[in-house]
Structures are given as structure tokens and as C-alpha cells.
């Protein structure tokens, strides 16, 4: 009898042990997981300050460009050390507003048709370049094709581009040949029919271009001394209702910027799971035209994965010591009462 309660006392302190240290390692997660949210806040106020950064070196460098016009104003060039011709020049933003899908054109191979054409199934691309254009536009138009033949989608298929001409001079012979080098630089010959049926070149009248212009906030002029016209650069997504949703300006576009702007002009019609989970990770800023990541959102996803992992570790650990409890505490049989005895 003494060797069964010797027994049934190593038992015990054998439980004993297990749930010391279950404890220990739950002890443990614990501090863990404070180590966790603490290197969280540290990295969100670290985000905090270099934002407060970001933003005084936006306030000052417009300041220093500014302060390296040491010379007075020439012939031409206004107060502000901006020539006349390009005082009116630049992309006013219409984010939200309806593109006019009335208006005539005429495509590449010389057809009427309305803007309208092509919309209503996916979003769409705008670019206004003129095709005879001896520099930015071909800029313009390469940065587009760059950013785009990355894509996991495909032009007629996912998205389409409608590219129009703001010089009424230009015609059908003008956007054919335009659209063949467009063509070739987008490199898929797979996609060939698709890019056909969903990248368009369009010319028109100069009531159709200034109401286009003006609906996407597209601001050039034209310059008689040069013979050309000086404008901004930039492209446009908008729905598939016609609804302006972004702005990318420059002449190079991030494949990302591209893929989630066409995502989130989908209504997510298009797209992943995983590029919806980016989507939510980093939103657009119109002032920039780029996505930057959504800190706060990034700081819920990291808080909800640490909960859940923390649930599922507790889980797991709860079910072991289930387990074990029954083989700790199992009464032992007379036959082996008696064996030990």
C-alpha cells in the first residue's frame, strides 16, 4: 500500500509539473505578445514622425525651387516666373464626375463613335497626347505601356485605353500609325486581337476635344511660335460608368498604382483575393496620385492576426491539458494495487 501512495504521489507531482509549466509557457506568450504591441506603437510613432517629415520637406522644397530663379522677369514670362503660354497648363482634378459619353470622335480607321463605345464593362484608361507630339507624349505613352503589359491584366479583356488627340489637325492616318507602334511596344503577341479590340486612338473636332478636356480637367495650349501645344502629363482611370475615380501624373506609372487603381474602378469586379487584401493595406492620395500604405489599416491586420494566433495558441494549449489530465488522475485497478503490493 505504501508503494501505491508512493505511486500515486510521483503522479501528482508529474501534473503538477505539466501544469507549471503550461503555465510558464502561457506566462511567456503572454510577455511575448506585449513585446509584440510594444514594437507595434514603436513602429507606428516612428511612421508618425517620418509623415510629419514628409510633409515639412513637401512645405520647404517648393520654397527652394522657387528661390533659384535669381533672374528678373523676361519678355513673355509673368511675375511669378511662369511664361505666359504655360500659366493655364496642368490636370485639375474631376475625381467623381461623369466623363461625357456623347460626344463624336472618329477611330483609327476612320468611324464615327461616341465616347461611350467603350463603356459600360470595364474600367478604362484615358490618355489625352497628341500624335505628332516630338517628345512628352511618346513619354506619356510609353510610361502607360510600360506600366500596363506587366499586368496580370489584359488590355480588352480586364481593362480598355482610350487615347484622344487635343489637335483638331489630326486624323484617322495619324492614329493608325500611332496605335501600330503602341502595338509593338506592348510586346504580347498573344494578346494582339484583345489590345485591337480594347486599346483605341481617337481624333476629332475641336468642340469634342475642349469638352473632353474640360470634363477630365486637362488644361493645354497652343503655341504659335513653335508650332506645338504645351500641356501636362498625366493618365485617368475611370469606371465602367464613366466616373472619374484617378489621376497618375508624370510620364511613368507604377504597375502596382495601375493594378489597384483598375481594381478599386472595378468595384472589384477584378482582381484576387490577395490584391483586395493589398487593396485594403494601402489607399490612394489624389494630391500625389499614388497608393501609399494605410497605416492604420496595416496596424488592425497586424492586430487581429496576433489575436487570432494568441486564440488559436490558448486552444491548442487547453486542449493538451485535457488530454493529460485523464491519465494523470486515472484511479489505478486492483490488480495492480495488488501487483505492487
Given at each position: 500500500?505504501?508503494?501505491?501512495?508512493?505511486?500515486?504521489?510521483?503522479?501528482?507531482?508529474?501534473?503538477?509539473?505539466?501544469?507549471?509549466?503550461?503555465?510558464?509557457?502561457?506566462?511567456?506568450?503572454?510577455?511575448?505578445?506585449?513585446?509584440?504591441?510594444?514594437?507595434?506603437?514603436?513602429?507606428?510613432?516612428?511612421?508618425?514622425?517620418?509623415?510629419?517629415?514628409?510633409?515639412?520637406?513637401?512645405?520647404?522644397?517648393?520654397?527652394?525651387?522657387?528661390?533659384?530663379?535669381?533672374?528678373?522677369?523676361?519678355?513673355?514670362?509673368?511675375?511669378?516666373?511662369?511664361?505666359?503660354?504655360?500659366?493655364?497648363?496642368?490636370?485639375?482634378?474631376?475625381?467623381?464626375?461623369?466623363?461625357?459619353?456623347?460626344?463624336?470622335?472618329?477611330?483609327?480607321?476612320?468611324?464615327?463613335?461616341?465616347?461611350?463605345?467603350?463603356?459600360?464593362?470595364?474600367?478604362?484608361?484615358?490618355?489625352?497626347?497628341?500624335?505628332?507630339?516630338?517628345?512628352?507624349?511618346?513619354?506619356?505613352?510609353?510610361?502607360?505601356?510600360?506600366?500596363?503589359?506587366?499586368?496580370?491584366?489584359?488590355?480588352?479583356?480586364?481593362?480598355?485605353?482610350?487615347?484622344?488627340?487635343?489637335?483638331?489637325?489630326?486624323?484617322?492616318?495619324?492614329?493608325?500609325?500611332?496605335?501600330?507602334?503602341?502595338?509593338?511596344?506592348?510586346?504580347?503577341?498573344?494578346?494582339?486581337?484583345?489590345?485591337?479590340?480594347?486599346?483605341?486612338?481617337l481624333t476629332g473636332d475641336k468642340a469634342s476635344i475642349d469638352a473632353l478636356a474640360n470634363a477630365?480637367?486637362?488644361?493645354?495650349?497652343?503655341?504659335?511660335?513653335?508650332?506645338?501645344?504645351?500641356?501636362?502629363?498625366?493618365?485617368?482611370?475611370?469606371?465602367?460608368?464613366?466616373?472619374?475615380?484617378?489621376?497618375?501624373?508624370?510620364?511613368?506609372?507604377?504597375?502596382?498604382?495601375?493594378?489597384?487603381?483598375?481594381?478599386?474602378?472595378?468595384?472589384?469586379?477584378?482582381?484576387?483575393?490577395?490584391?483586395?487584401?493589398?487593396?485594403?493595406?494601402?489607399?490612394?492620395?489624389?494630391?500625389?496620385?499614388?497608393?501609399?500604405?494605410?497605416?492604420?489599416?496595416?496596424?488592425?491586420?497586424?492586430?487581429?492576426?496576433?489575436?487570432?494566433?494568441?486564440?488559436?495558441?490558448?486552444?491548442?494549449?487547453?486542449?493538451?491539458?485535457?488530454?493529460?489530465?485523464?491519465?494523470?488522475?486515472?484511479?489505478?485497478?486492483?490488480?495492480?494495487?495488488?501487483?505492487?503490493?
Amino acid at each position: 500500500m505504501k508503494k501505491v501512495l508512493t505511486r500515486n504521489k510521483v503522479i501528482g507531482n508529474k501534473a503538477s509539473g505539466r501544469r507549471g509549466a503550461a503555465k510558464g509557457f502561457a506566462r511567456r506568450v503572454t510577455r511575448v505578445a506585449f513585446h509584440l504591441a510594444g514594437v507595434a506603437y514603436h513602429i507606428a510613432g516612428r511612421a508618425r514622425r517620418v509623415a510629419g517629415l514628409l510633409l515639412l520637406t513637401a512645405y520647404c522644397l517648393p520654397l527652394t525651387v522657387l528661390g533659384q530663379y535669381a533672374q528678373p522677369p523676361q519678355s513673355g514670362v509673368s511675375s511669378n516666373d511662369v511664361p505666359f503660354a504655360l500659366r493655364d497648363i496642368g490636370i485639375e482634378q474631376r475625381l467623381n464626375e461623369q466623363v461625357p459619353l456623347d460626344l463624336s470622335f472618329r477611330d483609327e480607321v476612320g468611324r464615327t463613335v461616341r465616347l461611350g463605345d467603350y463603356f459600360g464593362k470595364r474600367p478604362v484608361f484615358i490618355s489625352l497626347v497628341y500624335y505628332n507630339c516630338p517628345k512628352l507624349c511618346n513619354l506619356v505613352l510609353n510610361g502607360l505601356v510600360g506600366g500596363v503589359k506587366t499586368l496580370p491584366f489584359t488590355v480588352g479583356k480586364e481593362f480598355d485605353v482610350v487615347t484622344v488627340s487635343f489637335d483638331p489637325r489630326e486624323g484617322a492616318t495619324d492614329a493608325a500609325a500611332k496605335k501600330k507602334v503602341v502595338l509593338h511596344d506592348y510586346g504580347r503577341p498573344g494578346d494582339a486581337a484583345a489590345f485591337d479590340a480594347g486599346w483605341h486612338f481617337l481624333t476629332g473636332d475641336k468642340a469634342s476635344i475642349d469638352a473632353l478636356a474640360n470634363a477630365v480637367g486637362f488644361k493645354y495650349a497652343f503655341d504659335t511660335a513653335s508650332n506645338q501645344y504645351a500641356h501636362a502629363s498625366g493618365v485617368m482611370v475611370a469606371t465602367p460608368q464613366g466616373k472619374l475615380s484617378h489621376y497618375f501624373y508624370g510620364i511613368e506609372y507604377a504597375p502596382r498604382d495601375l493594378k489597384l487603381g483598375l481594381i478599386e474602378a472595378s468595384a472589384g469586379k477584378i482582381g484576387s483575393a490577395v490584391d483586395k487584401l493589398t487593396l485594403y493595406c494601402f489607399h490612394y492620395d489624389p494630391t500625389t496620385g499614388k497608393y501609399g500604405p494605410a497605416i492604420m489599416n496595416i496596424m488592425r491586420l497586424t492586430g487581429i492576426i496576433t489575436v487570432v494566433g494568441l486564440v488559436v495558441l490558448i486552444m491548442v494549449l487547453q486542449r493538451r491539458r485535457r488530454r493529460s489530465e485523464p491519465e494523470q488522475q486515472r484511479p489505478m485497478s486492483t490488480g495492480e494495487a495488488g501487483g505492487i503490493a
